[in-house]
């Protein structure tokens, strides 16, 4: 029997996907196989520098990265720079991490995926976790190219919403970007658990939150740290009103280490892919009233102190294995 739950991350990085391969690659009860990456929080040459950056950071440079397509399966790509800076993961002064120069994964992301996946299950004859935290895009890419993954794996995402959405009135943006990616994996009969804003957004960095966890000495990779949470502060306080950043990525991991942490409910879950005002949205039958099967494992509550804790945890692993050098913060 495998000693660890087994993790393949597709993701963005994007400030708050760096910090979930963060507690992907700094929890003892994980083993991250690789990473993919996705165009989204920036363009995907980007997304996938920051997931390297981010690996180094971490003391995680042995892990994997598979780059994925420039953007999403039928339509126009989106990116969003207001949010996440030039780089994708800027700091007060520029990018937070330096830059990092190892090779990739020779496979396209979805090649790469199922590779590490069957491998793994042929070993141990258990079901990988595939953790997304960005648009869909290679997950559906694999799920269509093979079959049998479905069988040998799960996902477990963070995006979507039951009612209003961040970057259209209805849907999230990660599912916004790809929405007919999303369709397929939502329709493809692989296991779903889906982390929706309306839990995302009540993971709050405020000020005691940041120091609880940042509570270890300070070092050049909590300062770090200390910048990544805090980059976007001032954005969601004007645009929506918060009064200090939510942390959605990591809620996705936090589910596969302790998934009694969360309270959720099993529901039909559909994409609209035609509208033109409501592409994206997760169109969640929270009443039953839907003939169709029953798809996706939704959360709606998060014990918040056993999450800050897990996060704590990894930030103080990762902080005295950390390479970076202090940048003068």
């Keep these: 029997m495998a000693a660890r739950k087994a993790i393949w991350l597709n993701c963005d990085p994007g400030h708050d996907d760096a910090v979930a391969i963060l507690l992907a690659g700094q929890n003892s009860t994980v083993e991250l196989l690789g990473i993919s990456t996705e165009a989204g929080n920036q363009t995907v040459a980007k997304t996938t520098q920051n997931a390297l950056r981010m690996l ?25 720079p207001e949010i996440h800076g030039e780089s994708g993961l800027d700091g007060p002064t520029g990018p937070l ?24 299950y042929a070993q141990w004859k258990e079901r990988v976790v595939i953790v997304s935290t960005g648009a869909l895009t290679s997950v559906a890419l694999a799920l269509l190219t093979y079959s049998q993954l479905k069988d040998m794996a799960e996902v477990v995402l963070m995006g979507g919403a039951m009612s209003a959405g961040n970057t259209s009135p209805v ?7 790809d929405p007919e990616a999303a ?8 296991k779903i658990t889906m982390v929706p804003l309306e839990v995302t957004h009540t993971a709050l960095v405020s000020p ?6 940042l509570s270890e000495r300070r070092t050049p990779f909590t300062n770090m740290m200390r910048d990544m949470m805090t980059f976007f502060a001032t954005t969601y306080q004007q645009v929506f009103g918060f009064a200090s950043p939510p942390l959605h990525d990591p809620l996705a991991v936090a589910y596969v280490i302790a ?19 409501c592409a994206g949205q997760t169109v969640c039958d929270v009443w039953g009233k839907s003939a169709l099967p029953q798809n996706v494992t939704v959360c709606t509550k998060v ?15 990762a902080s005295r294995v950390s390479p970076l050098l202090d940048l003068d913060r």
């Excluded at 005691?208 to 966890?213: G, P, S, T, W, Y």
């Excluded at 014990?303 to 692993?317: C, H, V, Y």
């Design 171 to 177: 849907a999230e943006f990660n599912i916004q970007i």
């Design 303 to 317: 014990d918040l102190p056993a999450f800050w804790n897990l996060l704590k945890e990894a930030i103080e692993k």
């Design 97 to 120: 991490i330096p830059a990092v120069s190892r090779p990739l994964l020779a496979d396209p992301a979805p090649v790469a995926m199922f590779t590490a996946i069957s491998k793994y």
């Design 56 to 80: 180094y950071a971490c003391g995680l440079s042995h892990i994997p990265v598979a780059q994925g397509r420039e953007g999403p399966i039928m339509r126009t790509s989106m990116i969003c």
């Design 183 to 190: 369709s397929i994996v939502f329709n493809s009969g692989i």
């Design 259 to 277: 998934p009694e942490m969360f309270t959720a409910r099993l529901l039909r879950v559909d994409v609209e892919c035609s509208s033109a005002l």
């Design 208 to 213: 005691a939150v940041l120091n609880f966890i």
